[in-house]
């Protein structure tokens, strides 16, 4: 494996443990492909880091927030 892909995976905690969940990652990185970039998003997925599941994260919140303020009023 590339020196530079270890001190990635070592430096985020999101890949670091993606990796851990779905080892199958090791055998396209240790063939030197380049696959580093498909790994972290398909770790974005994994986690719901995604661009629309925060957007869909937010409007659960404000939705949340909107059905407490109906009850207090």
Partial sequence: MKMDYIYKIKTNP???NYLREDSSWY???N???DV???IEEQAKKFYKQTPSD???KLSKNIELIKTFMDVIN
């Fill in 27 to 29: 055998k396209p990185l």
């Fill in 36 to 38: 580093f970039k498909e």
């Fill in 14 to 16: 999101l890949i670091y």
């Fill in 31 to 33: 063939r030197g492909e």
């Fill in 54 to 56: 925060k957007i869909a």
